[in-house]
């Protein structure tokens, strides 16, 4: 029996590996452990809880005003003990954030083989999304399977040497969770507030957009939320006191914008699934929303997620007032950019990504 060691810390990184712990843990081949590092602390546990997933380890590094060296940092001290003490033939890790690095980088110094899980997403722009571009061609370095949600993924890790038979192109793990999240008969009291209307849902709050970059954003979103009475907004905001500020002070007064706390993942999902489109500076939501057939406006200088801008279900729109503005009233202007976006196909999986994943350790390890 192999002991395979699955850690992440923050609430993206949960939504996607606990489909994967709840497939490894069906296979009676496996020993699995799962160890958070509570990088996210209430979002992380309200996904551990619809997910069912218990961890053997919580290193709880969360505090007030954490900052990347204090995440970093606590994490490497902290799971030290828990690798000495498991000794697991695998640590498997998720995408970008900084647990996933600090993980990957303290596996390779207790000479334990590391799994990357979404590995090969890249800008190439080191500071863009800032620090997870770092991040994930770090862990890249480290890990000894790389397993790759898409075929251009696969082609980055190709293209920076890596071993061709230590990349496995499984589609990406978001796919597989929303099979357990979106319910057809699903109700809200949100969504009865918007009733008849078009939801626009946004999610910003990424690092580098913080300031002028979103007061952009923001600007740009009320605009045509003014122009268009037929919108309500919905904008579950980040618990990040400087995302709130910004976005109070804009929004104010509007009766067709609300900010709400975020959504577990289940409503999240579900809101998804109702609206009409999506505006954001996220990476996962860019794999899940062309799931549901909704169109995604990524307020973001790069993406590394390419595929669906080729598919054509994602727009890259900048993160500049009127490019912004222009690119949101044509989809709500123009039905026929709005069907061809939100038909497009999804380039990221058929939902059996943690079946493959599963049955490729099964037969290396």
Known sequence: MKKIMLVFGTRPEAIKMCPLVNELK??????????????????????????????????????????????????????????????????????????????????????????????????????SPFPEEFNRQAVGIISQFNFAPTETAKEHLMNEGKNPESIYVTGNTAIDALQTTVHSNYTHEQLEWVGDSKLILITAHRRENLGIAMENMFKAIRRVTEEFPDTKIIYPIHYNPKVREVAQRIFKDSDRIRLIDPLEVIDFHNFLNASYLILTDSGGIQEEAPSLGKPVLVMRDTTERPEGVVAGTLKLVGTEEERIYMEFKELLENPSLYKKMSHASNPYGDGTSSKQIADILEEKL
Do not use: W
Request: some cysteine; overall charge negative.
């Open 26 to 127: 069906s296979r009676p081949s496996f020993e699995v452990k799962v160890c958070v590092t509570g990088q996210h602390r209430e979002m992380l546990d309200q996904v551990l809880n619809v997910f069912s997933v218990k961890p053997d380890y919580d290193l709880s590094i969360m505090k007030s005003n954490q900052t990347l060296y204090d995440i970093t940092s606590n994490i490497m001290l902290r799971i030290k003990d828990v690798l000495e003490a498991e000794k697991p033939d695998i640590v498997l890790v998720h995408g970008d954030t900084s647990t996933t690095f600090a993980t990957a980088l303290s596996a390779f110094y207790s000479q334990i083989p590391v799994g990357h899980v979404e590995a090969g997403l890249r800008t190439y722009n080191i500071f």
